[in-house]
């Protein structure tokens, strides 16, 4: 499975940015996606992840501003992101949990993408 973010890029205080992540390859052992992120200094940190079930799972400083969302003819994987706040700056990487099989288990992430919120 490979993993191609796009749509990060500079946008002001209350702005709003929609990431893209698509997946290719071995898609069908995907068995969650989702969203990272790691600004400078600080550790990387889940902001939201869904399940092939389409269960969810938010960081609390995300809740009721960001949407996850999915296409699966696609292969690909949104990131909504309203009301941005400079505290949003960061590197958001894309993540596959992959299961290519019972015994494996993989993790497979994206390049990145910088999202910079102004003040």
């Known amino acids: 499975v490979q993993l191609a973010e796009s749509g990060g890029g500079l946008v002001q205080t209350g702005g709003s940015l929609r990431l893209s992540c698509v997946a290719s390859?071995?898609?069908?052992?995907?068995?969650?996606m989702g969203w990272y992120r790691q600004a400078p200094g600080k550790q990387r940190e889940l902001v939201v992840a869904?399940?092939?079930?389409?269960?969810?799972n938010y960081a609390d400083s995300v809740k009721g501003r960001f949407t996850i969302s999915r296409d699966n003819a696609k292969n690909t994987v949104y990131l909504q992101m309203n009301s941005l706040k400079p505290e949003d700056t960061a590197v958001y990487f894309c993540n596959a949990e992959v299961k290519p099989s019972i015994e494996a288990y993989l993790e497979v992430w994206g390049q990145g993408t910088l999202v910079t919120v102004s003040s």
């Open positions: 390859g071995s898609t069908r052992s995907i068995i969650s």
């Open positions: 869904i399940r092939s079930g389409g269960s969810t």
